[in-house]
């Protein structure tokens, strides 16, 4: 099960999944909430992580015909968020933990704290946090915006032509802007009202980083 980031969809695993397919597995990739064809509820609490880490539970139900096996949960960016945070409340539905690029919850907030060059890199964040202006930069132009985005930290060999095409529609799809910043609205309101306790990971875990990330320090590791 391979949980996307953001701006992104199914679409970003589409390189990975033929050999995947190839080696036995059963490979499912969802679109999250907000992205490309599924659902998009206006309101930020409508995609919290808490109802996210929901999704994924509901998603093995359906998708796991056989319960001697655990699925592998493969994720990046806000979806490694998201299976962090699945593992620590639903550890004995799943095998083993690969995310990429997405540091442990505790980590991340000990160095968005602590860290002055973590801070920098998070100026988006904040931004995100605003009504309407994100939106409004975004809607400028959704489609070149996400090409920009996707040209600045990604290598240019990264995306297919098809895959850009695909991320490009999702981003203009009605809805689709609001929901997926609203996730990161949905964080700020979950961190505000609750004291978010992160349990020990005992699953096997795999953390696989570049570092050139532009948006997270190594120090998140």
């Given amino acids: ?30 679109d999250m909430r907000g992205y490309n064809l599924s659902d998009k509820p206006p309101k930020p609490e409508d995609v919290s992580v808490v109802e996210l880490v929901e999704d994924v539970k509901e998603m093995i139900a359906k998708f796991n015909k056989c319960p001697d096996l655990k699925p592998v949960l493969v994720a990046h960016d806000w979806g490694g968020a998201v299976a962090w945070f699945f593992a620590m409340k639903y550890p004995d539905l799943i095998s083993s933990l690969i995310i990429m690029n997405s540091p442990h919850p505790q980590a ?54 098809m895959q850009l095409e695909v991320l490009r529609a999702a981003a203009c799809m009605p809805g689709a802007i609001t929901c997926t910043i609203n996730w990161y609205r949905a964080m700020m309101k979950l961190g505000r009202r609750h004291s978010i306790e992160f349990a020990k990971i005992d699953t096997p875990t795999l953390l696989l980083w570049g570092d050139r990330d532009m948006a997270l320090h190594n120090d998140n590791t």
């Avoid at 959704?142 to 600045?152: C, E, G, M, T, V």
Wanted: net charge positive; hydrophobic share 40%.
């Fill in 1 to 30: 099960l391979m949980l996307h980031g953001f701006p992104e969809c199914w679409v970003s695993y589409a390189k990975l999944i033929p050999g995947y397919v190839a080696k036995g597995f059963r490979v499912v990739v969802p």
């Fill in 108 to 161: 991340f907030k000990r160095e968005l704290k602590s860290n002055p060059r973590q801070k920098k890199m998070s100026w988006y964040i904040a931004f995100f946090w605003f009504p309407i202006l994100p939106e409004l930069y975004f809607m400028r132009s959704p489609r070149n915006s996400i090409i920009d985005l996707f040209k600045r930290t990604s290598r240019k060999e990264g995306f297919t032509d």
